[in-house]
């Protein structure tokens, strides 16, 4: 059996937010990442979608910290849309140290927002839109914080929006104290890109992941009033292609 799947899986928490997916295609959002270098961290806003590449049989830890409803694209999706894998680094390597002592900082300057940046300095840190550690602690839902969570496990894939875009990402937020200040620069930030999509067709879901059967009937009746994107042959065929993470817990 391979390491990775020939699906890439999105996880969100509810069925409302899978079938918003299903219904809009994905909404791209800013996410915080936390990338630490030794004893220091840079804090980054990042204008994605993610997804992971595991197979069924190893799923379920990532089901646990991620939400229990996914849909699965294929992989040839993926690659004529542009998504990359993310690229893991060691908090305590040297090219974490050299990348952000030195690379990091000359081209940033006093520059607080990376979308200041010109557009070359842009492409020369594209890069960054890419980097985890390796390992880290993860705050999920609830404030649950899992410590010494292993991110490279998840084989992450991501979208962002184009370098050229100019609210690429927010870089060093230390200026920002607060849970409630760092809220209020993503909601503002995900105001600016309310419009902008990650699309696919329905011929690029191989799988539709809910929590329990009992929900299947409700996420058929949500692919049948989706207005023109789904014709019933292709409802017919996605309705085969739902799984629930019952299901996946004994067959898989």
């Known amino acids: 059996m391979g390491l990775s799947s020939n699906s890439l899986i999105h996880f969100t928490k509810n069925l409302n937010s899978l079938n918003g997916i299903l219904k809009d295609n994905f909404k791209i959002r800013y996410c915080r990442e936390t990338i630490y270098t030794g004893k220091d961290h840079r ?30 694209l294929s992989k040839s999706w993926a690659e004529k849309n542009g998504l990359n894998p993310v690229f893991y680094v060691e908090k305590n390597s040297s090219f974490a140290a ?13 520059k607080d927002k990376i979308s200041d940046l010109s557009l070359e300095e842009k492409y020369i840190l594209d ?22 969570y292993r991110f490279s496990d998840e084989r992450e894939w991501r979208f962002v929006l184009n370098p050229e875009n100019k609210e690429l990402l927010v870089g ?25 999509r990650l699309y696919f067709e329905p011929d690029d879901i191989n799988y539709i992941i809910i929590k329990k059967e009992s929900e299947r009937n409700s996420v058929i009746r949500n692919l049948e009033q989706v207005k ?25």
């Open 43 to 72: 804090d980054i806003l990042v204008p994605i979608v993610s997804f992971c590449d595991i197979p069924f049989s190893q799923i379920m830890a990532h089901v646990n910290s991620y939400g229990c409803y996914g849909i699965g």
């Open 172 to 196: 060093n937020l230390k200026s920002l104290k607060t849970q409630a200040e760092i809220k209020e620069a993503k909601e503002s930030l995900n105001d600016k890109i309310k419009d902008e």
């Open 127 to 148: 890069v960054i839109r890419y980097m985890k550690n390796y390992q880290g602690n993860l705050n999920r839902f609830e404030k649950k914080t899992i410590e010494n």
């Open 98 to 110: 050299s990348f952000f002592n030195h690379l990091f900082e000359k081209i940033t300057g006093s």
């Open 228 to 252: 023109g994107k789904y014709p019933m042959e292709q409802v017919k065929r996605l309705t085969s292609r739902i799984l629930s993470v019952e299901q996946i817990k004994t067959d898989f």
